[in-house]
């Protein structure tokens, strides 16, 4: 159990720090390089905790085959499958757009384009965020 919450510490904070980065951070071209090179650190961090959360979950499930029978559990599982196509593939193909974008770009100000696939990753962000959240509350009250 303390390992798959420092999992969700780890993956989770840094889950919500990188678009905080890529806000606030990208005000220019120069900046925007700036802050995928920090994104790209912290990546790992979210990777990493979110496959240790991932493993950490089943293997308390195979020790307490009980799990399987509760809703919050399957639940919680069923939120983190579906979330996986955004944050495994549409969201890091629309910021690999971005990074191709300023890394053809020279420096100065940020493209229209550029701040139409920002004005996407914050949604697709939101929504992975929304989930989050309900996945914490689900296995922290376990209402079902």
Same mark, same amino acid.
Not at 1 to 17: C, D, N, R, T
Not at 71 to 83: A, D, E, K, P, R
């Given at each position: 159990? @303390? ?8 993956? @989770? ?5 990188m678009?905080?980065v890529?806000?606030f951070g990208?005000k220019?071209?120069?900046n925007?390089?700036?802050?995928? =090179? #920090?994104?790209q650190?912290?990546e790992?961090?979210?990777?990493? !905790?979110?496959?240790?959360? @991932? &493993?950490?979950?089943?293997l308390?499930? #195979?020790?307490n ?5 509760q809703?919050?559990?399957? !639940?919680?599982?069923?939120? *983190?499958? @579906?979330?996986q196509?955004?944050v495994?593939g ?5 910021? =690999?757009?971005?990074v $191709? #974008?300023?890394?053809?770009?020279? $420096? !100065? =100000?940020?493209?229209?384009e *550029?701040?139409?696939l ?9 929504? &992975?965020h929304?989930a989050?959240v ?9 209402p079902?």
């Open positions: 159990m @303390l390992i798959h919450v420092i999992a969700a510490v780890v993956g @989770l904070g840094a889950s919500f720090g678009p905080v890529a806000k990208a220019s071209v120069t925007a390089k700036v802050c995928f =090179e #920090i994104n650190k912290i790992v961090f979210a990777k990493v !905790g979110s496959l240790t959360l @991932l &493993a950490s979950g089943i308390m499930a #195979i020790v085959p009980a799990l399987w029978s809703g919050w559990f399957i !639940g919680s599982l069923v939120i *983190y499958v @579906l979330i196509p955004i495994a549409i969201l890091p193909k629309t910021i =690999e757009k971005q $191709d #974008i300023v890394m053809k770009s020279s $420096d !100065g =100000e940020l493209s229209p *550029y701040h139409q920002d004005k996407k990753a914050a949604k697709l962000n939101g929504i &992975a929304v989050a309900v996945l914490i509350v689900l296995m922290s009250t376990k079902f």
